[in-house]
């Protein structure tokens, strides 16, 4: 198959991973496995400042699909989704029972919800919004084990992001030509690839000006697979759309670019992953720094916020599929 045939060919398989901001990585990790019952997976450092926090969080092996990211910076403002930002991470569930069953879990802790038929919303404690779906698709599941939440109800990955964009039919127009996303009839569109899928949809922005900070979405990384990322590249150059090199981000490769609504676009790979250094059953335990930093160890440990072990003392069981 020629590379010109690939190129026409290519599928991204969904969402990736979204990377948010946090101000205060403590309180980040607590709701994240306490409340919704992810997996920290991986403590590492922003490698363009390695002075502080990129936590993943996921399913039980860190897989593509399921993986929210923050950055902390300690004590940063709380920031507030404008025009040129994505403003919501879709989660697909099980069932409406499942739907019922978040409902329930998000009044114990006393968080702010709006729940329906067809979802339940709500907003982590600096402002990001989260919405739960049910969705009959074939993606497999992609489940965290928590002690307090039955496998039947825990998250399984994504199924989307809403935006705000500055220009909608030109975001629309590289989504589609570029892309290769598919209307489904509502106004959402879908980038589906041979194994999963993932939506974005688009919202009036508000009247107030952007402004990053904590609670907000830093950028949206899109999953494709190792052999056809290269491929991505040069489709990307072949479109005209201005973007990084490929970059090695130790667990993935990525290439960054700004669609024309404003929003950070990211492509990344799904290998090696986060397992390829430390085993599954010790994933998020340590500080996992890329080789080029390890000689700087000692330095970036101590500028970082002591964070504990959020399954310290847990029953052991064996990781939900």
Known sequence: MSAEHNLQDLRLEGINHV?????????????????????????????????????????EEGSPGADLTFFEYPGAARGRAGAGMAHRVIWRVGSSDSLAFWAERLAEFEIGRAADQSSVRFADPEGLEHELRVEDVPDVPLRAFHPEIPAEHALLGFAGVRTYSLREDASRALLEQVLAAQSNGNGTLELRGARRGGTIAFDAPPDERARPGAGTIHHVAWGTTVAEHPLWHERLQAAGVASTPIIDRHFFHSIYFREPGG??????????????????????RQVVLPPWLESRRADIEASLTP??????????????H
Do not use: M
């Not at 950070?264 to 599954?280: K, N, R, S, W």
């Open 19 to 59: 990377t948010a901001i946090t101000g205060d990585a403590p309180l980040n990790v607590d709701f994240y496995t306490r409340v919704l019952g992810l997996r920290l997976v991986t403590k590492t450092v922003n490698q363009d400042d390695p002075t502080v926090y990129h936590l993943f969080f996921a399913d």
């Open 263 to 284: 929003v950070l676009y990211e492509i990344a790979d799904d290998g090696p992953g986060f397992a390829h250094d430390v085993p599954v059953s010790e994933l998020g």
């Open 307 to 320: 964070l504990p072990d959020p399954r310290a003392g847990w029953p052991t069981a064996d990781a939900p």
